[in-house]
T-cell receptor, first 113, second 110 residues
Framework: DGGITQSPKYLFRKEGQNVTLSCEQN?????MYWYRQDPGQGLRLIYY???????QKGDIAEGYSVSREKKESFPLTVTSAQKNPTAFYLC????????????FGPGTRLTVL | QKEVEQDPGPLSVPEGAIVSLNCTYS??????FMWYRQYSRKGPELLMY????GNKEDGRFTAQVDKSSKYISLFIRDSQPSDSATYLC??????????FGAGTRLTVKP
């Protein structure tokens, strides 16, 4: 059963702590993406990766970091430098950058207490 | 001004109604236009995809693109309660980043 998994579904963090969100795909897709979704705003791109060991900043990368050590995995770390981290985080993948159908994971809801 | 504008609603219609969802955009270079559907607390899934101007129909769904007006629409015929979701428009230029609208929350009441 192919798809994208994200864990955990809900995550709570205290201010000043770093936290890592998991994203795994078994679709054999090359490109992976992280978006942030806030009420009243469109999905905003945080980081994307076209290939293993390479990634690029999106529109709102400040306060976030990623790694792409394996094709299947693209974890996102929300650092303490991110001023307003409470949001719904979505991971997506596509076969390549030129593909218009992005396959999304179920999302992680991060709440900072 | 946002690149993509979409009325967040909420929009509530009775079952069987025709629903019209719209987005406007400012970048005339956008070539690819998508509509995604997102159920509550889930990731979006692609509904329709159109290249350049014109209409595309898939069952009860019709996507329209009017590049001269920088306006795209999604029509849902014979709406069902199962269509209740948030609908996101998205667009891109070539291989560049996809730009999403804020999403319109739709409720179809039985």
């Amino acid at each position: 059963d192919g798809g994208i998994t994200q864990s955990p579904k809900y995550l709570f963090r205290k201010e000043g702590q770093n936290v890592t969100l998991s994203c795994e795909q078994n679709l054999n897709h090359d490109a992976m993406y992280w978006y942030r979704q806030d009420p009243g705003q469109g999905l905003r791109l945080i980081y994307y990766s076209q290939i293993v060991n390479d990634f690029q900043k999106g529109d709102i990368a400040e306060g976030y970091s990623v790694s792409r050590e394996k094709k299947e995995s693209f974890p996102l770390t929300v650092t303490s430098a991110q001023k307003n981290p409470t949001a719904f985080y979505l991971c997506a993948s596509t076969p390549g950058l030129a593909n218009n159908e992005q396959f999304f994971g179920p999302g992680t809801r991060l709440t900072v207490l | 001004q946002k690149e993509v504008e979409q009325d967040p609603g909420p929009l509530s219609v009775p079952e069987g109604a025709i629903v019209s969802l719209n987005c406007t955009y400012s970048n005339s270079a956008f070539q690819y236009f998508m509509w995604y559907r997102q159920y509550s607390r889930k990731g979006p899934e692609l509904l329709m995809y159109t290249y350049s101007s014109g209409n595309k129909e898939d069952g009860r769904f019709t996507a329209q693109v009017d590049k001269s007006s920088k306006y795209i629409s999604l029509f849902i015929r014979d709406s069902q309660p199962s269509d209740s979701a948030t609908y996101l428009c998205a667009m891109r230029v070539g291989n560049n980043d996809m730009r999403f609208g804020a999403g319109t929350r739709l409720t179809v009441k039985p």
